[in-house]
Structures are given as structure tokens and as C-alpha cells.
């Protein structure tokens, strides 16, 4: 039953794609797996119940934003942020001794 709309009318949704899943999230693009945390399977699964009658996907909404779509931006930001820590504790070191 529709957790939304209480239809019965729902489509349960299995496909084994592995690891030729694409998804794509305002900017972000992930190919390979399946991402567990979009509510639509996870791992080799595309795995979710869709209500023919509302059109939701059955599961708890809203999600966060997928971790695939945040790994670009924090592996950018932290790879400045460690940068700059190298470079701060070079300088201490240097001007401590
Ligand atoms: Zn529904």
C-alpha cells in the first residue's frame, strides 16, 4: 500500500544492473554501482516500489543529498584545506628553530 496515497496500484521495481548504473544529481554524475543512499536499491540492485497512482517511490523522503554528489566538492575542498595545513606547519617549523 502507497505509504502516501494508500493505493494498492504498486509497481515493484528489481533490476540487476551491477555496476552499469549512471545517476546524475544537479551536477554530479556517478557511474558504477548502484548508490545506496537514494532510496531507489543500492550495490548491483536498482531495487524500489513505485505507486502507480501518485508516482512516489515508497520509503522514507525526504534524503539527504547522495554522497556521490558531495565526494567531488569535499575531496576539492579538503585537498586545499590539507595544502594549506602542510604549508602552515612547514612555516612554523621553520621559524620555531
Ligand atoms: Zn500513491
Not at 55 to 61: A, D, I
Not at 66 to 92: A, R, V, Y
Amino acid at each position: 500500500m502507497c505509504d502516501t496515497c494508500g493505493s494498492e496500484r504498486i509497481l515493484k521495481v528489481f533490476g540487476k544492473c551491477s555496476d552499469l548504473c549512471v545517476l546524475q544529481f544537479n551536477e554530479s554524475e556517478k557511474e558504477g554501482y548502484v548508490a545506496s543512499d537514494c532510496g531507489i536499491g543500492g550495490g548491483d540492485d536498482i531495487d524500489f516500489d513505485l505507486c502507480l497512482e501518485c508516482g512516489k517511490v515508497q520509503g522514507e523522503f525526504p534524503l539527504p543529498d547522495p554522497e556521490f554528489s558531495q565526494e567531488d566538492e569535499d575531496d576539492f575542498l579538503f585537498d586545499e584545506d590539507l595544502t594549506g595545513e602542510k604549508f602552515d606547519i612547514l612555516d612554523n617549523e621553520g621559524t620555531g628553530c
